[in-house]
C-alpha cells in the first residue's frame, strides 16, 4: 500500500522552520511521506540576456551572487529540517527534498505540484516576506482558495498537545474534518474533543440547524455518528469528548479561546457550515478561526 504524501511547503525563512518544528511534534504525521516543497527564484534567463547591454553592465556577478546566496539558504534549511524530522522519528526515506525553479510563480507552482496525490498540505500564515499587523500573507490567501479539495494546515506556534479539537455543526464539511482527524489521527493515542458553539441570539433549536427545527437533537446525532467514525478507525472511545458551549458572542472567538484554555494546539474544522453560500470559497466561521486562533495549528477540511 502506498503511503500518503504530505506537501510540506517552505521557504527558508525562520517562520518556515516552526512549521517543520510543528510536524517533528505532531506524530500523527510520522508514517506518511514528507515531501519539502520550495519554489526557487532562479534568476530569470532574460536578466541574463540584459547583461550584456551596456546598461546592466557590472551587474552579472552581483546576480549571481545572489543567486547563490539563496540557493545556499535553502540548502541549508533542508538540511536542518531533515536533521530534526529524523530525530523525532522520521525515516529516512520518508523525507524528500524538492527545489523546484519559479515556472508560473509561487502559488500557481505549489498549486500544480499539490494535485499530484497528497494527503494534505502544510503551509504558514506568513512566509519570508511576511508584513507587520498582517495575520495572512497574500500566497496562504491563495491557496485557501484554490486549494479547496485539500485539507490545508496553517502551522502554529503553540507547543504541540496531543489533543484535538474539531468544532462542529450538522454540515457534511463538518463530517469530512472528522474523517480526516480518524484517517491521520485513529492510531495515534491523541484525544479528540467534538466542540459546537450556540451564539447568544440562538436557542439550541434554529435555523442554523436546517429545516429540522430540533437543533439538539440534530447535534446530538452528528456528534454520535462522528464518535462512531473516531472509534471505528482507532481512537479510543474514553478519548472522545462532546462539548456544547451556548450564548456566545462569535463562535470563531469562542473555539479560539476555548482551544487557549483548554491546552489544545491543533483545530481540525470544516471550511464551511451549514450557512454556507455558493459563491463563498470559505465559510465565514472558519477564516476567522483562522485570525482569532493566529497561534494554534488550523487544520481546513
Not at 510536524?23 to 506518511?32: E, N, V
Not at 522519528?89 to 494535485?115: C, H, M, S, Y
Request: glycine fraction near 8%; include cysteine; aromatic fraction near 8%.
Amino acid at each position: 500500500m502506498e503511503k500518503k504524501k504530505i506537501l510540506v511547503l517552505v521557504d527558508g525563512s525562520e517562520r518556515s522552520l516552526n512549521t517543520i518544528r510543528f510536524i517533528a511534534a505532531f506524530s500523527p504525521l510520522r508514517d506518511m511521506q514528507l515531501v519539502l516543497f520550495n519554489v526557487f527564484h532562479k534568476v530569470p534567463d532574460y536578466y541574463w540576456d540584459l547583461s550584456n547591454e551596456p546598461m546592466m553592465a557590472g551587474k552579472a556577478p552581483h546576480m549571481a551572487s545572489w543567486e547563490a546566496q539563496n540557493r545556499q539558504t535553502i540548502d541549508q534549511f533542508m538540511e536542518k529540517s531533515v536533521a530534526m524530522l529524523r530525530t523525532s522519528g522520521f525515516k529516512p526515506e520518508d523525507v524528500v527534498l524538492k527545489i523546484q525553479n519559479r515556472v508560473k510563480g509561487v502559488t500557481r507552482d505549489i498549486i500544480a505540484e499539490a494535485a499530484r496525490g497528497y494527503t494534505a498540505v502544510v503551509a504558514r500564515r506568513r512566509g519570508f516576506t511576511k508584513v507587520p499587523g498582517l495575520l495572512m500573507g497574500s500566497v496562504a490567501d491563495k491557496l485557501l482558495i484554490s486549494l479547496g479539495e485539500i485539507p490545508l494546515f496553517f502551522a502554529g506556534m503553540e507547543p504541540v498537545t496531543e489533543k484535538i479539537l474539531i468544532p462542529m455543526d450538522s454540515s457534511e464539511s463538518s463530517m469530512n474534518a472528522v474523517r480526516f482527524v480518524a484517517d491521520i489521527a485513529g492510531k495515534s493515542g491523541y484525544s479528540v474533543t467534538l466542540f459546537h458553539v450556540v451564539r447568544e441570539n440562538e436557542v439550541f433549536s434554529d435555523e442554523s440547524y436546517g429545516d429540522n427545527p430540533d437543533g439538539r437533537k440534530i447535534m446530538l446525532e452528528v456528534f454520535d455518528q462522528a464518535k462512531a467514525v473516531l472509534v471505528e478507525r482507532g481512537v479510543n472511545a474514553e478519548s472522545i469528548e462532546e462539548k456544547v458551549i451556548t450564548g456566545e458572542g462569535s463562535r470563531a472567538g469562542s473555539i479560539a479561546r476555548f482551544a487557549a484554555e483548554n491546552g489544545f494546539s491543533t483545530i481540525v474544522m470544516g471550511r464551511h457550515g451549514v450557512s454556507k453560500v455558493r459563491e463563498f470559497f470559505l465559510g465565514r466561521v472558519s477564516k476567522k478561526v483562522l485570525y482569532a486562533a493566529h497561534k494554534h495549528t488550523v487544520c481546513l477540511v
